[in-house]
Nanobody
Framework: QVQLVESGGGLVQAGGSLRLSCAAS????????MGWFRQAPGKERESVAS????????YYADSVKGRFTISRDNAKNTVYLQMNSLEPEDTAVYSC????????????WGQGTQVTVSS
């Protein structure tokens, strides 16, 4: 069992930055690949970034490459998403997930945090 709680969302102007945090409970946190997802109103949920268990491999959606950075601190049971040069199109509810080490499918979800980018 893994419990995840996101924080750091809010309202920001275009071009600004936010840093999201995902705090996890459970002593097996370091076993799981982690990911950040987002869902905007009327759109499908999409993966924006992923990171492997050790934190040395990452994936980014094309739409956020060069602007977002995912990282993790296994000693603190926390995953981060640094978001720079934010655009109105980034407005969404952002959720973190712990993924299956075998398949990569999300197994546990946080409650989500709202990010709103104004123009």
């Amino acid at each position: 069992q893994v419990q995840l709680v996101e924080s750091g969302g809010g309202l920001v102007q275009a071009g600004g930055s936010l840093r999201l945090s995902c705090a996890a409970s459970g002593r097996t946190f370091s076993t799981y690949p982690m990911g950040w997802f987002r869902q905007a109103p009327g759109k499908e949920r999409e993966s924006v970034a992923s990171i492997n268990s050790s934190g040395d491999r990452t994936y980014y959606a094309d739409s956020v490459k060069g602007r977002f950075t995912i990282s993790r601190d296994n000693a603190k049971n926390t995953v981060y998403l640094q978001m720079n040069s934010l655009e109105p199109e980034d407005t969404a509810v952002y959720s973190c997930a712990a993924k299956s080490p075998r398949t990569g499918a999300p197994l546990y979800w946080g409650q989500g945090t709202q990010v709103t980018v104004s123009s």
